[in-house]
């Protein structure tokens, strides 16, 4: 994603549902696709289909694979 592509309503997702979405993908790492999406329901915006992307993130000698939300769209099409 870049800086003028829109993140949908992944700004009106709460930080834990955000995780869970991330919680619902397999294990990251180098295996993985690059990019994966999940459908779930949120407290405020309903029924959304988030996008996530498979980073790897380096720390001097120290390097985490995680999940990232990058993308979240209502499944009804509607946006708030």
Not at 30 to 35: A, E, S
Request: proline share 6%; aromatic share 6%; glycine share 8%.
């Amino acid at each position: 994603m870049t800086w003028n592509q829109s993140s949908g309503v992944l700004c009106k997702m709460l930080g834990p549902e955000v995780s869970d979405a991330a919680r619902l993908l397999p294990t990251p790492g180098p295996d993985q696709p690059k990019t994966a999406t999940v459908e779930m329901d949120t407290a405020q915006t309903g029924r959304v289909r988030v996008t996530l992307e498979c980073r790897l993130w380096k720390h001097y000698k120290m390097r985490h694979w995680g999940w990232h939300a990058i993308h979240a769209e209502r499944i009804d099409g509607k946006d708030q």
